[in-house]
């Protein structure tokens, strides 16, 4: 959490608690001085002004962590909008674990292990993990020494994307002897079940001028079900469109349980003329349609939305199964490090990692929610039907369909990441440290999406006559695609198979063979980085020593793939698109950082320091851009200092914004032109036309620690982004549209009705982006008749984050609980965290609640528990408020064995202590919740054994 001083508050864990796990090194080994400082200048004695957080090894084996992600994502400044339960029906990056701090998003977010950039694990797609993100699954846990946690910008100290803040990884590269642990996880409802194993080691050779570490890991979770594994969620509530509130008293969205669709269901559903609201059975015979209690479409509401409540014989929402709540992952991760002093003051270094992750998981059956054109002569529509179509002159009708009897495309991800280090480092003078060294990386990523609808396909499908009746006006029960007769030359005809929609599995797997296909994607992202770093101290001021930090790196990023011809045409109604290309981005950059000790031991003056930034950064793809920083810490007595920051951060459009290909993704939007809800094609690609986002930054704060066991820290922060590339969100675009936003409608396309055909929802640089918060943490130790006790407090609590789009038109998502469909999940108003642990050895536990404050569902919406509510209004929803929520996680461990240096342990988790349900009427595009902020998984449990020697 961000205002934790690293000065003040290092300990061997971030978290403080005397709960005391298994430690590798030997207790005779001297103890390496830990700097923490948040910069590039890492003195003894110096405190950069800029709040740190450090989360240990230790806080990784207590909580049995098997992601760092996971242990990130507790700390309230996170925002874990990038998980494998946020993944849905979206496949592209299945099973990424992303760092969001602030919810700014990730790509503002800058990772690094040992100050070092990585390459980009994840690449452009649908869904909610953004293109060009370092994939924390590939970092293995095992070899963690600490996390330090850098919030508010610090572009000036680190370089471009670190506009939010800084998760830097610091490998244990000291290691001695062997450490290692199992362990086993599973839901109460025995799902979410995980296998997780690790081993790591490290020796010194040639009389201890070189050392060695490796470290293995291996992750397997099996993840958790559909909607329908969860009591909570099949109560199945959804939003339901109401066109004439003035009529009804009933707001215009009408949130609702035991919702199914209502344009569309499992046998077929007519939506149009004479035969509108029939429906048919699984043998094809046809029956009325029942449209519930309350329905947005039908004889009343003529132009609702794709939900009803109640009634319609299908025994699940069509929206609502098949994807898994929680993606399962498997994950294999190695790293290796090797050091070799060949003299006092020289020093080289290697190091290697490779990490694979896999993700199998399931998508949602084709959801034609009427927009399936179905002709009077298809040989399939029973003659009752059709006659009663010719007696009204009518030619075609509207159909729609869940295909759930075809069943959902699965989706097989896979990224391999290998990354290599080679460098030197050294010393000279008496305080100058340097280092220099050459990275290289590459994620080789692939996706492969089975049983995936093909839009043109499966319109000739679908389109089937009887070959006599079409041609001699005889009937020979031949029933073939009409394409077949009317474009025999046409290549994409070859194969057609007649397709029969009226019932459940009543086609031939032929034609589901034509009409359903496999996209593919294959991408290589590499990245190499070239870099020389030095700092030391160049005098003596009153307050200790001047000292600099100086470098400069050079880095090409690029990215190639290929994909299927299928999907490079566009012709399925969802894929990853098509294969990225363009010129490699070429950085070229150079840093100075100094930190100045004014003052020291001197009335109200214990100490007074000011630190200070700059950096030049050149891209090919728009130009030379400087970031800065200034700052001071002034301490007026001991255990009270205070501390502030100003800066100007950058971040450049990465690769996959500037150049991201056209992909496509359904999803169901509001079209406020046409008061109905449709499900619509939503595009998403990049934008070479965008500048670098740049932004500024004021953090202010204080820390108190009036003894050495006790601290409170508060830090306020205010970040002004410009220029954010982003998107809007196609119900975000739909609605600026109506609302007179002329430059977005360009990114809208309507059939000849009317009605929503497609939105683009591309890269734009939008006009700001602002956040405003305060962060405050509390710890606390003692030891009570040979107990230890802690307590620790994480809280941040969220003033703003405001989206302003070009048309000045701002959206605050701060005290939104709700991720509603196609937009990212906002920040409650607070959120917290309490510790308290207890240790007597051998004997350690902790117990951990977490809260979230009360919200809204939806920031864009009104309900009538806000001010200014009307039914009327084009945004007026019947319920968006949502609750707060306690949830409590409880951890224990047992030293089973210790003797020297060989230590075993016994340690169990149980998380969602109390079986707490999330807030099921809060609809997503992963179901009726947001994962985001709430877990869907309930009561689970960890437990293991871990060894050291």
Not at 895 to 911: P, S
Request: proline fraction near 5%; aromatic fraction near 8%.
């Amino acid at each position: 959490m961000a205002a934790v001083s690293a000065a003040l508050l290092w300990a061997p864990s971030a978290y403080a608690q005397d709960a005391q796990p298994v430690e590798s090194q030997p207790e005779e080994a001297p103890a390496t001085e830990i700097i923490v400082t948040g910069s590039r200048i890492a003195a003894t004695g110096f405190t950069a002004p800029t709040p740190v957080t450090v989360i240990g090894q230790q806080d990784l084996q207590q909580q049995g962590a098997s992601n760092i992600a996971d242990l990130l994502n507790t700390i309230p400044a996170f925002r874990p909008q990038s998980t494998p339960a946020t993944v849905g029906i979206f496949s592209s990056n299945a099973g990424a674990n992303l760092a969001d701090l602030r919810g700014l998003g990730a790509s503002r977010t800058l990772v690094l292990i040992d100050g070092r950039r990585v390459v980009a694990g994840t690449v452009a797609g649908g869904g909610f993990s953004p293109a060009g993100a370092v994939d924390l699954s590939l970092i293995p846990t095992v070899l963690i020494n600490r996390t330090e946690v850098v919030t508010g910008g610090a572009s000036a100290a680190y370089g471009s994307d670190a506009v939010a803040g800084v998760v830097n990884i610091l490998i244990d590269t000291q290691l001695q002897g062997l450490r290692g642990s199992v362990q086993y996880g599973i839901s109460q409802q025995n799902d979410n079940e995980e296998f997780f194993a690790t081993l790591a080691g490290g020796t010194q050779f040639a009389d201890g001028r070189g050392h060695v570490v490796l470290g293995v890991e291996y992750s397997d979770n099996k993840g958790v079900g559909d909607c329908y594994t969860r009591d909570w969620c099949s109560v199945s509530y959804n939003t339901i469109s109401n066109p004439t509130p003035q009529t009804n008293g009933l707001a215009r969205q009408v949130l609702l349980p035991n919702t199914r669709t209502s344009t569309s269901n499992f046998g077929g559903l007519i939506t149009s003329g004479v035969l509108r609201g029939t429906t048919f059975r699984p043998d094809g015979s046809s029956f009325a349609h029942d449209y519930g209690t309350f329905f947005g479409t039908g004889p009343t509401f003529a132009n609702g939305g794709i939900f009803q409540s109640g009634g319609s014989a299908d025994p699940v929402n069509g929206f609502y199964n098949n994807f898994p709540l929680v993606a399962p992952v498997e994950r294999i991760v190695g790293f290796g490090h090797v050091k070799f002093d060949i003299s006092d003051n020289l020093q080289i270094f290697a190091e290697g990692s490779y990490g694979q992750v896999n993700s199998a998981t399931l998508g949602a059956a084709s959801r034609n929610t009427g927009n399936i054109t179905i002709q009077r002569d298809n040989a399939f529509l029973p003659a009752d039907l059709r006659a009663r179509l010719v007696t009204a002159n009518q030619t075609s009708f509207s159909f729609g369909r869940v295909s759930n009897d075809i069943g959902p495309p699965v989706a097989d991800v896979q990224r391999e990441t290998y990354r290599g280090v080679v460098g030197l480092s050294g010393s000279f003078g008496s305080t100058f440290k340097w280092d220099a060294y050459y990275q290289y990386g590459r994620t080789n990523y692939s996706q492969d999406t089975t049983n995936t609808q093909i839009t043109d396909n499966f319109a000739r499908a679908v389109d089937a006559v009887d070959q006599g009746l079409f041609q001699t006006g005889v009937a020979n029960g031949n029933i073939v695609c009409r394409s077949t007769l009317t474009q025999p030359t046409n290549p994409l005809v070859a194969g057609c198979r007649p397709l029969n929609l009226f019932g459940e599995n009543r086609f031939s797997q032929a034609a589901v063979a034509y009409a359903y296909g496999t996209a593919s994607q294959r991408t290589s992202l590499t990245q190499h980085v070239a870099a020389l770093n030095v700092q030391g101290d160049l005098f003596e001021l009153p307050g200790g020593s001047f000292s600099v930090a100086a470098g400069a790196e050079y880095r090409v990023e690029d990215a190639e793939g290929t994909a299927d011809p299928i999907s490079t045409a566009l012709r399925f109604i969802t894929s990853p698109g098509q294969a990225i290309t363009g010129p490699a981005i070429k950085v070229k950059e150079a840093y100075l950082e100094a930190a100045a000790p004014l003052l020291a031991d001197v009335p109200f003056f214990y100490s007074l320091s000011l630190n200070g930034a700059v950096r030049i950064t050149d891209y090919s793809t728009s130009g030379s851009v400087t970031s800065w920083k200034v700052g001071g810490v002034w301490e007026p007595a001991e255990g009270l200092r205070i501390r502030a920051t100003r800066s100007r951060d950058i971040r450049a459009p990465n690769f996959f914004e500037l150049n991201a290909p056209i992909s496509t993704s359904f999803q169901f939007l509001t079209d406020p032109r046409n008061s109905g809800s449709f499900l619509t094609s939503v595009q998403l690609g990049g934008n070479p036309n965008l500048v670098p986002e740049v932004a500024d930054t004021f953090t202010i704060g204080a820390v108190i620690s009036p003894a050495r066991n006790v601290s409170l820290s508060v830090d306020y922060y205010d970040i002004s982004l410009d220029g954010a590339v982003s998107t809007l969100g196609g119900q975000i675009i739909v609605n600026r549209c109506q609302a007179g936003a002329t430059e977005l409608c360009n990114l809208i396309t309507r059939d000849a009705g009317g009605l929503l055909s497609s939105v683009r929802n591309v890269n734009l640089n939008l006009n700001s982006l602002k956040t405003r918060g305060v962060d405050a943490e509390f710890s606390y130790t003692t030891e009570l008749s040979g107990v230890g006790i802690s307590v620790r407090a994480l809280g941040t609590y969220v003033l703003d984050l405001i989206t302003i789009d070009g048309t000045g038109t701002s959206v605050n998502r701060a005290g939104m609980n709700g991720g509603p469909v196609s937009q990212p999940s906002g920040l409650p108003t607070f959120t917290g965290s309490l510790t308290l642990g207890l240790s007597a050895k051998p004997i350690s536990a902790a117990m951990q609640i977490r809260y979230i404050s009360s919200g809204v569902y939806n920031a864009t919406q009104i309900g009538p528990h806000q001010q200014g509510y009307s039914p009327t209004l084009a945004n007026s929803i019947s319920d968006n408020s949502v609750d707060e929520e306690w949830r409590l996680n409880f951890n224990v461990q047992y030293d089973l064995f210790e003797r020297g240096n060989t230590k075993v342990q016994l340690f169990g988790v149980i998380n969602n202590l109390f079986n707490q349900d999330p807030p099921n009427d809060l609809p997503s595009s992963f179901g009726v919740t947001n994962p985001v902020l709430y877990d869907v998984i309930g009561r689970s449990f960890k437990f293991g054994v871990r060894f050291a020697y």
